[in-house]
C-alpha cells in the first residue's frame, strides 16, 4: 500500500488530459502528464474540487459498496445529517432508517445524535480552554483538516483536538451493539453513509488517530436503493430519534448554531476556507472564539456524493432542523470531555517544498524564480502545471522541462527556422557566382 | 533570494499579498512553520503600515538559509517619537481607518513580537525604514 489513500482518482479512460482539474485544486497536486491528470499524493487533500469540474467525468471518488456490509455479522449504518436534506418532508427521518433497515443494515445510529454530543463538548472546550490559541477551528470537516496539514502547518495547534461526529457515533454505536448482541467488535461492522471523498478518506485514514468507522458508502448509492424500497415500508408506529439541533449539522452554520457560545465564525467553500486561514495565519481573528470551517459550499450538503441539488437540501434541512423538537439523547453518551479528545495531534504534511535540504531548496527557488520571469504569465495550463509559477517548481525539481511551454517551445522553433533560412543562404566560396539550374526545356514533365 | 514589492497607501484591497507570496516562497524553502508564521506576521504588519500611514513604500525579503530579514522602506510622514509609536495600544491611525478594523496599535509591538531583531529608522516629513530579521534556527 502507497503512504497515502486517496478517495479521489482518475478513470485513466475516461480522462482527455484538458486541464480543468489542475487549475481549480487548492494544493496544485493534480499534473497532467501523456494525456492524462496524474495526483500527486502527498499533496492531494481529497476535497473532490477536481470532480466537481471535471467535464469528462474521470475524476472518481472511491466508496465501499452496498455489498460489503454483508462481511460482518451485524451491521450499523451512520447517516451523515445531510442525509435527511435528500428527501421530501414526508420522508421523515424516522421513515428513512427504517429504509435503511429494509436495504440490509442490521441497526442505525445517526450521526446527528452524536453532533449534539460532540456540539455539548466543544462547548464545555471553549468555555473551559481559555488559553489556547483563538480562533479554535472545528476538526469535522476532514478535507479542511488536511488542508491545514498541507497549506496551513502553523494553525495545526488551532485545530480543536476533539474528535468529529461521525466517530464519536462509530464508537458509540459499536459499544451499544456489542453490548446488546453479544457480538465481538470486530464481528460489527459500521458504515458511514458519506457526502463527499474526504470523509471515505478520514475512515481508511485518519490523520492521527484509527478510526472507530470500518467502511464509507455513498450517500448517492443509498439514496438511489432506498427510493425504490420506500413504498413497500410499513412505517406506521415510529417514534422521532434525532432532534433538529444535530441535523442542522449537515450544512453550513449548523454546528456553530449547535454549540451556542462565544463568537463563533462559519465559513464554507474551500477557497472562502483559505482565504479566511490566511486571515488567522496573519494574527488575525483573535477576537473570534471558533471557526466552523467546510470544504464544500453549503456544507456537507454540497459535498459531491450527495444526490439533491444543495439549495433545495439547504431549504429542507432548515425546516426540518426548526420543526423538530429536541429529543432527549444525553444519556447515550459520556459526559466527561476526556471521551471527545484526540489521542495524538493532527501532523503537519509539508509536501510544498522543493528540497529536503534547506540550501538546496532556496538555490532551486533562485533558479525557479529566474525561470518564472522567463515564462509567458498567461498560466494557461497546456505544459499540464497549473501555473507558470508552478510549473518553474516543477522544472528546478526534475518533474518538468522549459519546452513543455508551448511559448517556449513556439519561440525556440522560430529562432531554429530563423537559424536554418540564415544557413541557408551561406555559400561556400566555390559558389560565389550567381547559378540557377538549366531550366530552358523546364516544361518536359507536363 | 530576495523578493520586493510595492505598496501603496490606501490600498486595502491588496494588503497582504506581499505577505501571501513570501508565505508561499518559504513554505517551498522548506522552512519550519512556526519561523514562517512569525514572517507572515511581520510583513503583513510592515504592509499595513505602509497602507495606512505612509504614501507608498516597498517590502523586501532577504531569505537564506540562516534567517529571513524583511525590510518595510516608505516615503511618508514619518514617526515622530519611535519609543512611542512602539507602544501597545499606542496608534496615530485616523478614525476612519480604526472604523474598519485597523490601526489598533499592535502594528509595531506584533513586528517587535515575532522578530528576532528589529531596527526603525525615520526621518519626520520624509519616510521610514524599518529593518526586521528572523532567525531560523534548526
Known amino acids: 500500500m502507497s503512504e497515502y489513500f486517496h478517495s479521489v482518482r482518475l478513470d485513466e ?25 496524474r495526483i500527486i499524493e502527498e499533496r492531494c487533500i481529497d476535497c473532490g474540487e477536481c470532480i466537481r469540474v471535471c467535464p469528462n467525468q474521470a475524476k472518481v471518488a472511491i466508496t465501499d459498496d452496498l455489498d460489503s456490509i454483508k462481511k460482518y455479522r451485524y451491521s450499523i449504518a451512520l447517516p451523515a445529517p445531510s442525509f435527511y436534506g435528500q428527501f421530501k418532508p414526508e420522508l421523515t427521518p424516522e421513515i428513512v432508517h427504517a429504509g435503511l433497515i429494509a436495504l440490509g443494515f442490521d441497526s442505525v445510529f445517526p450521526v446527528a445524535l452524536a453532533a449534539e454530543a460532540v456540539s455539548r463538548a466543544i462547548r464545555n472546550y471553549l468555555e473551559q480552554q481559555r488559553e489556547r490559541p483563538r480562533p479554535l477551528i472545528s476538526s469535522a470537516c476532514p478535507a479542511v483538516v488536511r488542508l491545514v496539514q498541507v497549506r496551513f502547518p502553523s494553525l495545526l495547534e488551532h485545530i480543536i483536538p476533539l474528535v468529529s461526529p461521525m466517530e464519536i457515533a462509530g464508537r458509540v454505536a459499536r459499544e451499544a451493539a456489542h453490548r446488546q448482541t453479544g457480538f465481538g ?13 474526504a470523509k471515505v478518506t478520514e475512515v481508511k485514514q485518519p490523520a492521527g488517530d484509527s478510526s472507530s468507522v470500518d467502511g464509507a458508502i455513498s450517500m448517492s448509492v443509498v439514496y438511489g436503493n432506498l427510493l425504490r424500497m420506500m413504498d413497500n415500508l410499513n412505517t406506521a408506529s415510529l417514534s422521532p430519534v434525532v432532534s433538529g439541533i444535530g441535523i442542522g449539522w449537515g450544512r453550513a452554520g449548523g454546528e456553530n448554531e449547535a454549540i451556542k457560545t462565544g463568537s463563533l465564525l462559519a465559513v464554507d467553500g474551500i477557497h472562502c476556507v483559505i482565504s479566511v486561514l490566511e486571515e488567522i495565519e496573519r494574527g488575525g481573528l ?29 431549504v429542507r434541512m432548515g425546516n426540518l432542523a426548526r420543526s423538530r423538537q429536541r429529543v432527549e439523547s444525553g444519556h447515550m453518551f459520556p459526559a466527561e470531555l476526556d471521551y471527545y479528545c484526540r489521542k495524538s495531534p493532527v501532523p503537519a504534511r509539508p509536501a510544498l517544498k522543493l528540497a529536503d535540504d534547506p ?64 544557413l541557408a543562404q551561406k555559400q561556400p566560396p566555390a559558389m560565389g557566382r550567381e547559378w540557377s539550374p538549366a531550366r530552358d526545356e523546364g516544361e518536359e514533365h507536363d | ?15 497582504g499579498q506581499a505577505a501571501a507570496r513570501i508565505k508561499k516562497t518559504l513554505q ?15 510583513a503583513y504588519e510592515a504592509e499595513l503600515n505602509i497602507v495606512i500611514h505612509a504614501y507608498h513604500g516597498t517590502i523586501t525579503a532577504n ?8 525590510l518595510a522602506q516608505d516615503e511618508g510622514p514619518g514617526i515622530v517619537d519611535i519609543d512611542l509609536a512602539m507602544q501597545e495600544g499606542y496608534s496615530t491611525a485616523p478614525p476612519h481607518i480604526r472604523k474598519m478594523g485597523f490601526g ?35
Open chain 1, 13 to 37: 479512460e475516461k480522462c482527455k488530459g484538458c486541464t480543468n482539474c489542475i487549475k481549480h485544486c487548492p494544493t496544485e497536486a493534480i499534473r497532467v502528464r501523456k494525456g492524462r491528470a
Open chain 1, 185 to 197: 467488535p470486530e464481528e460489527i461492522g459500521v458504515f458511514f453513509l458519506t457526502p463527499c471523498p
Open chain 1, 286 to 314: 483573535e477576537d473570534i472564539d471558533y471557526l466552523e470551517a467546510q470544504a464544500c459550499t453549503g456544507g456537507c450538503i454540497g459535498g459531491c456524493l450527495v444526490p439533491q441539488n444543495p439549495f433545495v437540501a439547504r
Open chain 1, 359 to 422: 540550501a538546496l531548496a532556496l538555490m532551486r527557488l533562485e533558479e525557479a524564480e529566474k525561470i518564472v520571469a522567463e515564462l509567458p504569465g498567461l498560466d494557461c495550463g497546456s505544459c499540464g502545471s497549473p501555473s507558470c509559477r508552478a510549473l518553474a517548481e516543477d522544472i528546478v525539481q526534475g518533474y518538468a522541462r522549459r519546452s513543455y511551454c508551448i511559448f517556449e517551445l513556439r519561440r525556440r522553433l522560430q529562432q531554429l527556422a530563423e537559424e536554418i533560412v540564415e
Open chain 2, 1 to 15: 533570494m530576495q523578493l520586493k514589492f510595492h505598496v501603496q497607501r490606501n490600498d486595502f484591497s491588496r494588503a
Open chain 2, 28 to 42: 517551498l524553502a522548506g522552512i519550519k512553520p512556526a519561523i514562517i508564521r512569525k514572517a507572515i506576521i511581520v
Open chain 2, 63 to 70: 531569505i537564506s538559509t540562516g534567517q529571513i530579514e524583511i
Open chain 2, 104 to 138: 489598533a496599535g499592535m502594528g509595531l509591538p506584533n513586528i517587535k513580537k515575532s522578530s528576532d531583531s528589529l531596527e526603525i529608522y525615520s526621518a519626520v516629513g520624509r519616510g521610514t525604514l524599518l529593518r526586521a530579521t528572523i532567525v531560523i534556527g534548526d
